[in-house]
């Protein structure tokens, strides 16, 4: 993965402030490797393999945005979190199957929660995306059509066999559709991608 540091998970939160983040992060022994905040977005990176202490880091960023943390919060249900990881894709035999859990050191590579469910969750790269899920699957469909990812005119991968194969295509319109802040990521603009004239 080139968008993101190998084997990080990045947690990007709306809604909460960073020291609020960075203290649930500690107390759920998931202490952070880096942090920041901007454009409305508090996050925090962690070593994908450090540990986990109560719960893992995907459902620990699905906790955040739930009641459970309401009088700490204050009113979470305007509280959403967008979730990383730069793991591989799991290919533990259930990691194909959306419905069952993937194995915990391949957890899916990116998730959006919000009032404590996942709404969209769904592995990067290598037409990965196709396999979507969540209360709203199709929440990036239209944009993932139109850059030729999914869909019956996904024709980029048959003209160039290595389209989108670490799924960078993919997290730059996560990060323009939700407006994430980089760093923790190492992307362009992908509608500058999508405005600039082939030559």
């Known amino acids: 993965m080139t968008w993101l540091a190998p084997n990080t998970f990045v947690t990007f939160c709306k809604g909460l402030t960073l020291p609020i983040l960075s203290g649930i992060l500690s107390e759920a022994g998931r202490p952070a490797l880096a942090v920041g905040e901007s454009g409305g977005w508090a996050w925090a990176t962690h070593d994908a393999y450090a540990a986990p202490y109560r719960e893992t880091a995907l459902e620990l960023a699905r ?23 730069s793991t591989p894709a799991c290919t533990c035999p259930h ?18 929660s919000l009032a404590g469910f996942e709404q969209v969750y769904f592995n990067v790269g290598q037409r990965r995306e196709s396999r979507r ?38 997290v730059r319109i996560i990060a323009d559709h939700f407006g994430l802040p980089s760093p923790p990521l190492r992307l362009g603009s992908a509608r500058a991608d999508r405005e600039t004239p082939e030559r």
């Open 63 to 85: 906790g955040i945005t739930s009641s459970r943390l309401a009088s700490r919060l204050g009113a979470p249900d305007r509280v959403e979190t967008v979730f990383l990881a």
């Open 95 to 112: 990691g194909r199957n959306l419905m069952v859990p993937h194995c915990a050191e391949h957890p899916l590579q990116f998730v959006y």
């Open 133 to 170: 899920g969540g209360g709203e699957a199709d929440l990036l469909v239209q944009e993932l059509l139109e850059a030729g990812i999914v869909g019956r005119d996904a024709s980029k991968y048959d003209t160039d066999p290595g389209f989108n194969a670490d799924g960078a295509y993919t």
